[in-house]
Nanobody, 118 residues
Framework: VQLQAYGGGLVQPGGSLRLSCVTS????????VGWFRQAPGKERQFVAR????????SYAYSVKGRFTISRDNTKNTVYLQMNSLKPEDTAVYYC????????????WGQGTLVTVSS
């Protein structure tokens, strides 16, 4: 099982980016795919997650209303659409997957850097 995150870059405040997380291996291995981020000097924090089978999303309070998580079953891909970006959204973003509905994540992808700056 592997995950690869794409789509980071430099964007101005108020702009948008879409991150992609491509998963390999059996989709049946996953219950949940999530996005996390880690800013310089800070701990990694939860951003959003989606239940693969139902598409049910959950969001951190700091991104609710600005970010949207979705999945495309045909492409084995989870997306994170980020709108109204703020400088405090600057971080390395990681996708991860877990087999169970709760608890630790079993698989992690490499990060993709998002920089929000004018």
């Amino acid at each position: 099982v592997q995950l690869q995150a794409y789509g980071g870059g430099l964007v101005q405040p108020g702009g948008s980016l879409r991150l992609s997380c491509v998963t390999s291996g059996s989709i049946l291995s996953y219950n949940t795919v999530g996005w996390f981020r880690q800013a310089p000097g800070k701990e990694r924090q939860f951003v959003a997650r989606i239940v693969w089978s139902t598409g049910t999303p959950s969001y951190a309070y700091s991104v609710k209303g600005r970010f949207t998580i979705s999945r495309d079953n045909t492409k084995n891909t989870v997306y994170l659409q980020m709108n109204s970006l703020k400088p405090e959204d600057t971080a390395v973003y990681y996708c991860a997957a877990r087999k169970l509905a709760s608890g630790e994540y079993d698989y992690w992808g490499q990060g993709t850097l998002v920089t929000v700056s004018s």
